[in-house]
């Protein structure tokens, strides 16, 4: 199977303002190049003019790296130095050099003023680079920021690289999972569109498939005895093969996929079973598979992933925990309010690494009332991985197309806790400072659908870098209460 998360390949360029002692770079750059921990191919052609630069983008394309540092070692040449991005095929950061190498007059570089203009001459070329908070530093600080960087690098490349493979329309009556594509193709992303019949019938071919077997041992031995339907393990892992393969077939042009999948009401009666613990399975090796075609979902629990290097979901922002449950268990033991925390839910996708002890391939008992005969046993609508979220920090967030075609994200970190839910599905609390305010005044306020990405640890920085590079003008978070939303009535007790 191919892999469906980009390996970042670093390199450095660094760059000198004729004017400049070309020295003071160099030994800049090598520093760095010491400093980092990880794999940083370091380019020989330091660049002050166009002709260097063309040698460094060549140099760097030849060693096969897929993403740049361009290093102001001194006050830097604008011209040559901003082609770079323009010439390179891959993410570039531009950081400096903060002087301190003890020669104020032969060695000071200037580099703080330099990256001014290195700016303002991106902005003039409109080209998209990634800049961090504070660009300059030393050595040790520069390291720094390209550890940073790598993870933004790879979202950014899977974004550049993806194809998201739809089957069916949207369900009735969930217009919040149907957004413009317009905004995939502004970020670079591929969608193929297929229908629900396309899937049964690649499905059907997939019978008696000979991998099947290897497939229902490695479910068996993921969920353990008594924790799965052995009866359903051959359907399952029909299904498993047939989505594999069609994204290995699919992908065309693009080295990445996610799916974005209808997954009722003609799924389960058509197919036998429930798709979610297939579907959970793909997204803990990397590969999203959204529930009810919700595209932006699937972009965003990949971007997750990229960043992660972790398994993710999608889940509802479902319902609010009983006050009895917050006394019983929340209250006085955390530190949240009541609105602070919701329950995140979904019918059983999400990974089985990100799941408590208890959890188990059960049937989805939504569908069992809508599709099965009253009073019946489960029997198409089994096939959801059902228990408690495991406690963990996570970060929710979203990357949405609104109704107009812009593009907005939102991003807060918060924790699933360590408290049952006394439910049903894949489900857990969750406790975000301030929820209350921004269900409010982000989610209800500027209408986001009611699905949201789930990253199991705090990925805030890197994933709001990340939109931002991407171009999202729209980041919203969860503001603390001295700083008000803009629609928020200051009058309120």
Known sequence: MFKNIPDVKLGIIAVSRDCFPIALSEMRRAAIVKAYKGELYECPVTVENEKDMLKAVADVKAKECNALVVFLGNFGPETPE??????????????????????????????????????????????????????????????????????????????????IITFGPRPQDFFACNAPIKGLYELGVEIEENSELDLLVSYKEHEGDPRIPAVCEDMAKEMGEGCYYPELSERMAQFELTLLDWAENHKGSRKYVAFADKCWPAFPSQFGFEPCYVNSRLASRGIPVSCEVDIYGALSEYIGACVSEDAVTLLDINNTVPQYIYDEDIKGKYDYALTDTFMGFHCGNTPECKMCANRAVKYQLIQHRLLEPEGSEPDFTRGTLEGDIAASPITFYRLQCDSEGNLRSYIAEGEVLDVPTRSFGGIGIFAIKEMGRFYR?????????????????????????????????????????????????????
């Open 82 to 163: 901003t082609l770079i991005a323009k010439n390179f095929d891959g993410p570039c950061m531009f950081v400096a050099a903060a002087e301190g190498d003890g020669d104020m007059i032969n060695g000071r570089g200037d580099a703080y003023c330099g990256m001014l203009n290195c700016s303002y001459n991106l902005g003039m070329r409109h080209l998209s680079a990634y800049i961090p908070e504070y660009p300059v530093g030393t050595a040790d600080d520069i390291a720094g920021m390209i550890a940073r960087f790598v993870p933004i690098a790879r979202a950014y490349i899977g974004v550049k690289n993806l194809k």
């Open 441 to 493: 005044h982000v989610l209800v306020q500027k209408r986001y659908p009611h699905h949201g990405a789930v990253a199991f640890g705090h990925y805030g920085e890197a994933l709001f870098e990340v939109f931002k590079f991407l171009g999202v003008k729209d980041i919203a978070y969860n503001q603390p209460k001295s700083l008000p939303y803009p629609t928020e009535n200051p009058f309120c007790k």
